[in-house]
């Protein structure tokens, strides 16, 4: 005997059709929100050059109250967006999925702190993150057709109303 567990704050039915395949007898459990808990969120796009995205994180930056998580495509882009911002002296922390645990809980803690404005992380490293009170959520790229669009913080940020 066994018991098979799966948690998922996006469930996809895909995944839903594999678990029901291999576990016998299976229930989800799904927890809905009334339309009172749903908070507004206010979407906004700045169109720029690519060259111009260093240079525009750099003004968010500097923004009085800004603390953002901000999504980018892939390591490549972590990297260079970093490299140029820091150059700029934009305090940053970087979230990549070849962090190891404890180096992402202690860059994670600091944010939380707000020991810095930005959070650069690849959408992958950026899964489940869960931050309390974050007032913005910036995609500085837009993800491949078949990427992973990370929009499981915004709507875990709209139930605080600050998105």
Not at 23 to 44: C, D, G, M, S, Y
Not at 52 to 58: I, M, N, P, R, S
Not at 79 to 101: F, N, R, T
């Amino acid at each position: 005997d066994r018991q098979l567990l799966s948690f998922s704050a996006t469930l996809q039915p895909e995944t839903e059709q594999v678990l029901n395949t291999i576990a016998h007898e299976p229930a989800v459990l799904k927890v809905e929100r009334n339309t009172a808990e749903k908070a507004r969120v206010t979407h906004q796009y700045l169109v720029c050059d690519q060259r111009d995205k260093v240079k525009l994180l750099q003004k968010l930056s500097r923004l009085n109250g800004m603390q953002a998580l901000v999504f980018v495509r892939d390591i490549g882009n972590l990297s260079v967006y970093a490299e140029k911002l820091a150059y700029h002296h934009v305090d940053l922390g970087i979230l990549h999925g070849e962090a190891k645990k404890m180096e992402r809980a202690k860059i994670l803690s600091a944010f939380e702190r707000g020991e810095f404005p930005l959070l650069l992380a690849t959408d992958i490293a950026a899964r489940g993150l869960d931050i309390d009170d974050l007032p913005y959520v910036i995609h500085a790229d837009i993800p491949n057709e078949d990427g992973y669009v990370p929009s499981s913080e915004i709507g875990r940020a709209t139930w605080r109303e600050r998105v």
